[in-house]
């Protein structure tokens, strides 16, 4: 895939999967800006130290990007440990979840739209998770509503922003092994249990949504939005 001259900003880039999705559009030719609260180990994109829940930290960091080819919304956290059934979650870990997943992504979006409208070929991705379509969200309320929440988004702007040439979609991985996900990957009962929920029995690597992502900011796919596209060794077939 050719991305000279496509300008991506992505949004938790410095984690385990916005890591592989810089080195893939890097890769492939594209410019890219990182938004993230912790520095890159590979300091590959043009790195902007941005804090998603504050609005006044996203507006500031997208008014000095001028065109946007594509969003990638790539921040996330899952509070394992903390996050479990409604009745026993903390409003603290419920915010704080919701704060960086769902509104992160609101602000995210918000604040490129003139950058996207300006590309005339924006195209928004949402990397979304299992847990907010099926039931693999139990036993972690905050994080399967707030993944709800930011993919129920996606079709929202596909569809009011359709005449100024912005598409978005969501990219749905399954179990990869990052940061995010260690405490429940060195648990002794719930790692296996997530494998064996994967059809393909194993779990992915981040690089496996590389050609995907690279798809879906190019004009390759410009007849796709408002979809979810998943790559998960068939855990949301089951
Ligand atoms: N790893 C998996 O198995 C898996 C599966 C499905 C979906 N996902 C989703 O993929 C995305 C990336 O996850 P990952 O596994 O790479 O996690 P990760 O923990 O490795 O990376 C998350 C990144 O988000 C950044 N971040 C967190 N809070 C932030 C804030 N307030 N402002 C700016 N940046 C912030 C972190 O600094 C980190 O770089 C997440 O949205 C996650 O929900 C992951």
Not at 153 to 159: F, H, N, Y
Request: a negative charge; glycine letters at 14%.
């Amino acid at each position: 895939m050719e991305l000279t001259g496509y300008n991506v900003v992505i949004t938790g880039g410095s984690g385990g999967i916005g890591s592989a999705l810089v080195s893939g559009l890097i890769a492939s030719g594209a410019s890219v800006h990182n938004l993230d609260i912790q520095d890159a180990l590979k300091p590959d994109a043009t790195f902007h130290k941005t804090d998603l829940t504050s609005e006044a930290s996203v507006k500031e960091t997208l008014s000095t990007i001028e065109k946007i080819d594509a969003l990638i919304v790539c921040a996330g956290v899952q509070l394992v440990g903390q996050d479990s059934k409604i009745g026993e979650v903390a409003l603290e870990t419920w915010q704080k979840t919701v704060d960086i997943n769902m509104t992160g992504a609101f602000l995210s979006v918000k604040h490129a739209i003139p950058g996207l409208i300006k590309s005339g070929r924006g195209s928004v991705i949402l990397i979304g998770s299992p847990t907010g379509m099926t039931m693999e969200g139990a036993g972690y309320t905050a994080y399967g509503a707030s993944k709800a929440g930011m993919m129920g988004l996606s079709r929202i702007i596909a569809v009011d922003y359709k005449e100024q040439g912005v598409r978005s979609n969501v990219v749905v991985p399954g179990t990869m092994s990052t940061p995010l996900i260690q405490k429940i990957w060195d648990d002794p009962e719930k790692g296996p249990d997530l494998i064996r929920r994967t059809p393909l029995g194993r779990m992915g690597k981040p690089s496996d949504l590389v050609g995907l992502v690279n798809w879906l900011v190019s004009d390759q796919s410009s007849f796709a939005t408002g979809a979810f596209y998943a790559v998960d060794g068939g855990m949301t077939a089951r």
